[in-house]
């Protein structure tokens, strides 16, 4: 068995570290860098179905929703459509607003759980376009979807998911490419830039996983907390919400996440010197809001665990830990950023001695409603 897991103590830990290799195979063969496009010729939409396109819904589950949390701030931005996302065991019992000019598109890793496969079955029947984003080759969803992207992570074993996240967040970044692209918001230069940024981002993750150490010793530190508040805003409130989950996942403790500006709207209540507070204040356009938002917890006697860009001596000096890691820009910072909240999450669930590949209650495909 430790030989499956790589030398690894657990498989969840030989995922996280496999992240690198896994976005390298997300993106392999699918740039076309001198044309700033990207092809993804499975998803089997055009450019001319791509342009007919009104409206997009993301619908998921548990960690590939915060994934589609993420996706529409990158649809949004580069390709000017609205996108709504949704939670699969409520939009299936919604009366959604569906035709023949929405895509839909699931996103999951198994391809096989049951509220995501039912939310796809009732878009189709109302007639709207349909992609998955999927790990699982073959899987139910990527079967009855109309097109699917894979992510290619490999297979993965631990329940809590971590590379199967940060490759549907790759393969988001992939199709608002090509979307923007097809549609004309994104022109071939700009595209260039995006991929030129997509290419550095194994050699990021790497240096995110050298904070290993780091991590561990801030889980010793944070360990006996009952409870964890974690924020970010933008792109990295789903962000703070999937470390949120991981926590609770793996380790039993009660972790929160929470758009670091909505914090004064009751969270704030909660602040005190027992409740360690997750903040992802990496440089980007509301480092600032973040930053005012991480003193009103300082200031209330709040422990700040802080997780910034490197070099950053401002929140070094402010927080009561900081971690350090390369956010090269602003749009790909949330898959940085994931990694030391994957990390924190194991090796507080380690310390307390849970099972951390097989939690209790939880399932790595829920197949049944
Ligand atoms: C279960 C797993 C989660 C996963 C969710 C959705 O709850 O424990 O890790 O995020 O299902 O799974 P899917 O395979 O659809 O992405």
């Known amino acids: 068995l430790m030989a499956e897991k790589g030398g690894y103590k657990h498989f969840m830990l030989k995922e996280i570290f496999e992240q690198p290799r896994a976005v390298q195979d997300t993106i392999a063969g699918r740039l076309l860098e001198e044309q700033g496009d990207v092809r993804l010729e499975e998803m089997k939409l055009s450019d001319e179905q791509l342009r007919g396109i009104g ?46 000019k929405t895509l839909l598109l699931v996103i999951s890793q198994s391809g096989e759980t049951a509220d995501t496969l039912a939310a796809l079955r009732e878009a ?45 967040l ?47 010793r801030i889980a010793r530190r ?54 360690p507070v997750v903040v992802l204040v990496p440089k980007n356009s509301t480092y600032e809001k973040v930053l005012s938002n991480m003193e009103e917890v300082i200031a209330r006697g709040g422990r700040v665990i802080a997780i910034c860009s490197a070099g950053d001596e401002e929140i ?26 994957q990390l924190l999450a194991y090796h507080v669930a380690v310390l307390k001695g849970t099972d951390v590949d097989q939690p209790r209650n939880l399932a790595k495909s829920v197949t049944v409603e």
């Open 170 to 216: 790759v393969a988001l970044y992939l199709f608002t490419i090509r979307l923007g692209r097809a549609v004309g918001t994104i022109d071939c230069e700009q595209g260039r830039t995006m991929i030129a940024g997509l290419l550095k981002v194994p050699a990021l993750l790497e240096q995110a996983l050298e904070t290993n150490e780091q991590v561990e």
């Open 222 to 275: 944070y360990m006996n907390a009952r409870d964890f508040l974690y924020l970010g805003r933008g792109m990295n409130y789903p962000i703070a919400l999937e470390g949120a989950l991981k926590l609770k996942e793996i380790s039993y403790i009660h972790a929160e996440g929470y758009p670091a500006g909505e914090m004064k709207h009751g969270p704030i209540a909660l602040i005190d010197e027992d409740m």
């Open 55 to 100: 409206r997009i819904c993301i619908v998921a589950c548990g960690t590939s929703w915060h994934s589609a949390l993420v996706g529409k701030f990158l649809m949004e931005e580069h390709c000017r459509i609205p996108v709504e996302v949704d939670i699969a065991s409520e939009f299936r019992y919604r009366n959604p607003v569906i035709d023949s």
């Open 124 to 168: 189709k029947a109302r007639g709207a376009v349909t992609a998955a984003i999927c790990n699982v080759v073959d899987s139910s969803i990527a079967r009855e979807a109309h097109g699917v992207l894979y992510t290619h992570a490999g297979p993965e074993i631990g329940v809590a998911s971590t590379k199967a996240f940060v490759t549907q």
């Open 316 to 341: 070094a000096k402010k927080a009561e830990v900081t971690l350090e890691v390369p956010t090269d820009g602003e749009e790909l910072a949330p898959i940085i950023l994931s990694v030391p909240l």
